[in-house]
């Protein structure tokens, strides 16, 4: 497998697979760049090889074909105050525009093609429009992590055309090797943070979390169904009940492995879902009628940040309580100083998965952890245990 780190660009046009979804407003101002400031070591790694670099995206979800809302165009002014210099632009990502502008790209220049999305192919992971794609560049490089558990032409069917020089971006690379940290080489103990709204969504994840950590601290809404299960009373607190049975398998199953599962011992219950409704704190098995579990408890966040500072891997996903809500985000917020605490201790913790990235940033203590995934659904399926096709059509 290539390196991009030791791989020399000089006199090569390197097509790259960068997440430039970014958010814009109804004038087409960019409200956040994290993502396009993410792929630029990447970028910069090529110019100064003595590279071109031609860069291409999707932009939200058009429908049927070009839309003005989603065109890559209006990311070309920002990207050159970013890079300090020109950027180009094809109006297609395919066909004469795209091959004309890349043929014209000088060593040293940037070149951002129209957004793939405009054509369905690169959804359906159409080969004779990946190859479309390949005929611009001499070398492919993959640094979206956030499509890379889509098989679409752009992530995944491209890297067919460039057998020996296909690679991951810095951006991409680092993503694996911080999962795969967790995944496959953690340092002991290893506990995972669980939580976020419902059970479903995240039994896949917990299923096969079980063969790997140490400990599983549950929160969130989630949690109410396990109590559910094991016979308490929750009140009007979210519950599955269709997934009662898969939580009292899941408690067996870490049984049987010797994984800690901790559950919320103590709850913060309201009595409606928002801001201002009244708040008690009650035994999590014991809510009372028309009340509603929506944060953990303080013996719980005592319990959690114990375990959290006694682990050396800490993976978390999903918020303690609706954080979003300042009555409700107290959980959340512990959590979350408990594992910056272990990560000042020398813990590798990674955080990912929508809902935990955004409660980090909100506490702003996203330079206080080891390492803050932009994967969401990605991620996701990487830690459920499959394997990701844009991963695998690099590695092979
Ligand atoms: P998820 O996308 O599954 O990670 O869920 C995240 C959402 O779960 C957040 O918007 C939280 O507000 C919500 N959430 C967390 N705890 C609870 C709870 N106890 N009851 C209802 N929603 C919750």
């Given at each position: 497998m290539k390196n991009l780190q030791t791989y020399s660009f000089k006199g090569k046009k390197a097509l790259v697979r960068v997440d430039f979804n970014v958010p814009l407003d109804s004038?087409?101002?960019?409200?956040?760049?994290t993502r396009i400031r993410a792929a630029l070591p990447t970028i910069n790694k090529i110019l100064s090889d003595g590279g071109a670099v031609i860069l291409m995206s999707h932009l939200g979800r058009p429908k049927d074909g070009p839309e003005e809302k989603f065109?890559?165009?209006?990311l070309v002014n920002h990207l050159s105050e970013l890079l300090e210099m020109p950027v180009a632009f094809a109006?297609?990502?395919?066909?004469e525009p795209a091959e004309q502008a890349a043929s014209t790209l000088q060593m040293g220049g940037v070149l951002l093609l129209e957004?793939?999305?405009?054509?369905?192919?690169e959804e359906a992971g159409d080969k004779a429009f990946a190859g479309e794609l390949a005929k611009l560049g001499d070398v492919y490089v993959n640094d979206a992590f956030?499509?890379?558990h889509r098989a679409h032409a752009s992530t995944t069917i491209v890297a067919e055309f460039f057998p020996n020089d296909k690679m991951f971006g810095l951006l991409l690379a680092g993503e694996i090797e911080s999962v795969d940290k967790v995944m496959?080489?953690?340092?002991?103990p290893l506990t995972a943070i669980m939580g976020g709204a419902k059970v479903s969504s995240k039994i896949s994840i917990i299923t096969n979390l079980l063969d790997k950590v140490d400990h599983i601290i549950i929160g969130g809404g989630m949690s109410y169904t396990f109590a559910k299960a094991q016979g308490g009373s929750v009140g009007s607190?979210?519950?599955?009940?269709?997934y009662l049975d898969t939580a009292n398998r899941i408690l067996e199953e870490a049984k049987e492995k010797g994984v800690q599962i901790h559950l919320p011992e103590d709850t913060v219950a309201?009595?409606?879902?928002?801001?201002?409704a009244n708040k008690q704190t009650c035994d999590t098995m014991q809510i009372p009628d028309g009340w509603m579990g929506l944060d953990i408890g303080p013996k719980t966040e005592a319990a959690y940040a114990d375990v959290i500072r006694s682990s050396k891997t800490i993976l978390w996903n999903g918020p303690?309580?609706?954080?979003?809500m300042e009555s409700f985000q107290h959980g959340t917020q512990s959590v979350a100083l408990s594992i910056a605490g272990a990560t000042k201790n020398g813990a590798f913790s990674l955080i990912g998965g929508g809902d935990s990235v955004a409660a980090i940033n909100k506490f702003q203590l996203d330079d206080r952890v080891s390492y803050v995934s932009t994967g969401g659904g990605a991620l996701l399926e990487y830690m459920e245990g499959k394997e990701l096709p844009g991963i695998k059509a690099i590695r092979g």
């Open positions: 004038d087409y101002n960019i409200t956040d760049d065109s890559l165009k209006h109006s297609n990502c395919v066909g957004n793939l999305r405009f054509h369905k192919e956030g499509t890379a496959t080489s953690a340092e002991r607190s979210l519950v599955e009940d269709d309201g009595d409606a879902f928002n801001d201002d303690m309580g609706v954080f979003e």
